[in-house]
């Protein structure tokens, strides 16, 4: 697995990628050039680290994505879980939740993805 911990920048670039995908690389080079004013050589730069990271990759001279964006945020929230609440997901709920009210829906929501993600003994 790759460093999946992204700066701002990388994040907007993945971003245009994701939603770009499949892209030919000079076509991306015209979108950031376009989207964030960045030099054909700065996107080549940041495509060759987020390849790296093994969260994209360029065959062919063509980019596509190696994770998706729900599999890369997935992998972000399970790391903070794990580094900030010690792996507790009720940990995280209960200092995410700490002074707001969930809604009615949000907790049928809660209750779904529960159900369907609970372990069978």
């Given at each position: ?45 940041m ?61 049928e929501?809660?209750r ?10």
């Open positions: 697995m790759g460093d999946y911990k992204l700066s701002e920048a990388e994040a907007k670039f993945a971003e245009i990628i994701w939603d770009s995908e499949p892209v030919a690389s000079m076509e991306l080079v015209k979108i950031c050039e376009k989207e964030m004013n960045w030099k054909k050589s700065t996107t080549y730069t495509l060759k680290k987020l390849c790296e990271k093994e969260i994209f990759q360029n065959v062919n001279a063509i980019v596509s994505a190696r994770m998706s964006r729900e599999e890369f945020y997935g992998s972000q929230s399970r790391k903070y879980v794990e580094e900030v609440f010690a792996g507790s997901l009720p940990r995280f709920l209960t200092a995410f939740c700490r002074g707001k009210k969930l809604t009615a829906k949000e907790v929501e809660m779904r993805f529960i159900d369907e993600y609970k372990e069978e003994n």
